[in-house]
């Protein structure tokens, strides 16, 4: 069989290599590109991104990508948005000022409270191990599918990605008492907020699951 | 309470993994390359890589076993040791670190915790302390691996490192490094007091019961754990186990 071929969006946010090294290990042959015609001939992309919001929209959109995501999202390429990569699927956040977003999944990205639901004060960023627990969407045949609740993955953020829709919700995590999407779903799109890459077996699993689908 | 992170921390020389007493008088221990991948396996949260000579002969030979465990390793790694520029910097993330840990040139040019901070992002830019104690309450800072004193107060300089950007601080007691007598939690307790970010405890842990004090009474996040591992005194599961049983939040592995 074909090993898959993956498109890694190369927009010069953040180390792309744990990424691409991630996808091997799931046996896909990882092309990093920030060529618009490659992506719009891609049969899967992953739009990875660490860093500010409004920096990563204004790299996206200095190499004329915002179009070509928005529009293989529309067709029903799969696409999975890591972390930051999950942030930018939403229409705008209030990071540094509003900013808009590339309006795939409908939604506002916010700040992480930085009080705890006890009132008491919360470290931010979350940073570190943390379970998945079931939100809105059932996990069967999603990027989830060989995951169960509580297993634990591996998260940096400050800010958080919330769907408008509870149908586009797949998986929080609790954080001082607040439920913070961890994965949210739309049609063939997908986003992390936590790093699969980084989340270990676990992690892979929903990677192989990504390749195959 | 947010998850106690279990970091391994392997101590190179050249090729070798090592480990000294107070960051001195090295021994090889084995191949970081074999330890690194057992303790994956076993379920460590992090993996954290000090290249012990870099920072004196000016030099790195952390790339090669960064760039080899990329390969089958999928959890964050932090690397320090030589680490002078933001180009240093970008090589080891290019080899495959998720995070860069700086102390010397960071002391030398406190400048450089921005640039690195502004470049990559906070969460990529732990500011490394060695720490030694010269009075009741008191630690100053020294460089080049717990050689070198630099007249610097450990709360003075974090608070200034955090407010440079630094994301982490990892936090090497150089009187118990290597000692296996517990981690100095005075100092830990006196520097997670100071600062919002995670503390990483180093240079101590003898037992599980270290890493249960440290982070109930000082304030830890994170645990730095070398001995207990390389001479497979407790594995990774049996620390976890413990810390769990002690009534500590960690990773659900397994």
Redesign the interface.
Known sequence: MAKPRIVVIDYGV??L??VQ??LE?CGADVVLTADPDVVLQAERVVLPG??AFGNAMQALAERNLVEPLQQIAGRGTPLLGICLGMQLLLDESEEFGITRGLGIIPGRVLAIPQQTTANLPQ?????????LVPADVPWRDTLLADTVP???I?F?HSFMAVPDDPAHRLADCV?GGHRIPAVIARGRTTGCQF?P?????V??SILRRFCAS | MRNVRLIARLDIKGPNLIKGIHLEGLRVVGSPGEHALRYYQQGIDELLYMDCVASLYGRNHLADIVSTAARDIFVPMTVGGGIRSVEDATSILRAGADKVAVNTAAVANPQLITDIARRFGSQCMVLSIEAKSVANGRWEVYTDNGRERTGLDVIDWVKRGVALGAGEVLLTSVDREGTRKGFDIALVQAVSAEVSVPVIASGGMGKSEDLIDVVRDGGADAVAIADVLHYERATVGEIRAAAQAAGLGVRNYG
């Open positions: 953040g180390n290599l744990s090294r991630g290990h660490v860093g470290k931010i960023p979350h940073i570190g191990w943390n379970a509580g297993d634990a591996y940096v954080y790093h890459e980084k989340s270990g077996e992690g892979l």
